[in-house]
């Protein structure tokens, strides 16, 4: 059984907009909405979106837009970061199953990739398993440190590498699989000590290795395009771009 968690509660303020970020269209659909298709079409049939920033609107907008899917919608009133947000929806999560979580702005990811992310957890009986993708510059992005067998060790941020780790090319793309038990498990242990006082889903990929003695993999896209986020009306156009020359 497989679910999705989506986060969409950002206010989106780079978009320069008062519309929350997800609404804004691309070829005629919400960016959320070709995040929903993408999950319905790789196996998900419970969706639950993390909403935040004008939530009641997110929220008609769309269940407008798929009255034949059973939607679920968690409130996020304090942005805490993503691990947070994901703690939002621990009930929807549970303990049965699998469960993906996506990021709402990220209208090119295909039924495809998640596809083959789901499937690589599921052969090799990972806790989770992270969708990465390797880039010719991957300036900014948290780093993927793989261990000798090709299993996740951890995931470096920019600013906390080493230059040996700094040099690695592939990154993190925000996208996962997760073990519904093993994520339920890992939040109860999730806390804010970082500079930032923010709870980090990334935290928990460690917390289910070393505490919970699960393995953690790595699957990378084979369409770079698929993981890009839009934080801008010039990204939104230029990820139209790519949907109308798909």
């Not at 005629?28 to 909405?33: Q, S, Y």
């Not at 928990?204 to 934080?231: C, F």
Request: hydrophobic residues 40%; contains cysteine.
């Amino acid at each position: 059984m497989l679910k999705t968690v989506i986060l969409a509660a950002g206010k989106g303020t780079r978009m320069e907009s008062e519309l929350p970020k997800v609404v804004h269209e691309a070829m005629g659909e919400m960016m959320v909405t070709h995040v929903i298709n993408a999950a319905v079409a790789a196996g998900s049939k419970d969706i639950c979106l993390v909403v935040g920033h004008q939530a009641e609107l997110v929220k008609k907008k769309v269940e407008d837009r798929f009255t034949e899917l059973s939607l679920r919608f968690v409130e996020q009133t304090e942005q805490l970061g993503t691990g947070h947000a994901v703690k939002c929806a621990k009930d929807f999560i549970g303990d049965e199953g699998d469960v993906m979580v996506l990021c709402g702005d990220t209208p090119l990811i295909t039924a495809k990739t998640l596809k083959k992310l789901y499937d690589e957890h599921k052969k090799s009986g990972n806790g989770a398993t992270v969708l990465t993708a390797v880039l010719p510059d991957a300036t900014g992005y948290g780093r993927i440190i793989r261990d000798k067998d090709g299993f996740l060790e951890k995931i470096v941020e920019q600013k906390d590498a080493t230059p040996e780790e700094a040099a690695v090319k592939e990154i993190n793309s925000g996208m996962y699989v997760f073990n519904s038990n093993a994520l339920s498990r890992a939040l109860l242990m999730l806390n804010n000590d970082n500079a930032q006082g923010e709870y980090y889903l990334t935290d928990t990929l460690e917390i289910i290795k070393n505490e919970i003695g699960m393995k953690v993999g790595a699957v990378a896209s084979d369409d770079l395009d698929d993981i890009k986020g839009v934080n801008t009306k010039a990204q939104l156009k230029e990820a139209e771009d790519i949907m109308k020359a798909r």
